[in-house]
């Protein structure tokens, strides 16, 4: 199976997009924060028409906005019956509530029409299996947001933790993960510069410390800063080797790995 990064970035990056990615060809989890998810997926060799699942996060901005035009171009694509297949789009109770309000109020008419007739928006629950993805709840400190830990390639793991630092309740995931997907801010040594723990994000150090605790094979670093994004890859590697005896992996905006 290949991952696809579309985006890397935090929120407020202006050298890179949101933190987003394709697993497979047709999985896409989050959007980013507007229309540019349209230009990363067409950059990346993608076609709306080849998403068929969508997972969202959380209802931050730059995770939920850009399924709002997903939703829409999907839509037109449909209309004219150039899209086969439904879509579906799983998120908790307050992204598919807020989601649902958004498409009603910012959509025509006939847009918003395919929803729920192809483009079906389904509410999952703490700890729910769906086609061999156990979805969780991450016990965000800011607001609701799950992650979640996926089989794949006859039984190896892969555990996305959504934003914020992995919480104490779901280690159990993580636990032994070939794949662990985690948000690290900014580098340790930087600390002091962008303030990650005031936002209830972790460093480079913190991830590579958690993922050699529970026995992670391979390590990707995402919903960084990109103040230095030239040099982001050798930078947050040269941290995390301290701490992460596993595999380490920094991509840029539209990188494919192998998984």
């Not at 959007?31 to 068929?52: E, M, V, W, Y």
């Not at 670093?221 to 995390?240: C, W």
Request: some cysteine; proline content about 2%; charged content about 20%.
């Amino acid at each position: 199976m290949n991952l696809t990064m579309l985006g890397t970035g935090n929120a407020l990056v202006t050298e890179c997009y949101n933190t987003c990615f394709m697993l497979g060809d047709n999985f896409l989890v989050d959007c980013g924060g507007g229309n540019g998810i349209l230009h990363q997926l067409k950059h990346a060799g993608f076609s709306l028409t080849d998403i068929h699942d969508v997972f969202i996060s959380h209802a931050h901005i730059d995770h939920i906005l850009g399924a709002v035009w997903v939703i829409r171009i999907s839509a037109q694509l449909m209309n004219k019956g150039k899209f086969s297949g439904d879509i579906n789009i799983y998120s908790h109770n307050e992204v598919i509530s807020l989601l649902a309000d958004l498409v009603k109020k910012l959509l025509l008419p006939y847009q918003a029409d395919f929803v729920g007739r192809r483009i079906h928006l389904h509410t999952i629950t703490d700890n729910e299996t769906r086609n061999n993805i156990t979805f969780f709840d991450i016990h965000s400190q800011r607001t609701k947001q799950y992650g979640f830990t996926m089989i794949y390639d006859g039984g190896k793991r892969l555990t996305f933790c959504g934003d914020e630092p992995c919480h104490k309740e779901c280690e159990r995931y993580v636990r032994d993960s070939e794949w662990l997907l985690h948000e690290a801010f900014c580098l340790y040594s930087q600390r002091d510069i962008f303030s990650p723990y005031e936002k209830h994000h972790s460093t480079v150090k913190d991830a590579c410390e958690l993922a050699e605790r529970l026995h992670v094979k391979n390590l990707l670093l995402y919903h960084t800063e990109d103040t230095n994004l030239s040099r982001r890859k050798e930078l947050y590697t040269d941290e995390g080797k301290n701490y992460f005896s596993g595999n380490i992996f920094i991509p840029y905006d539209m990188e494919t790995l192998t998984l």
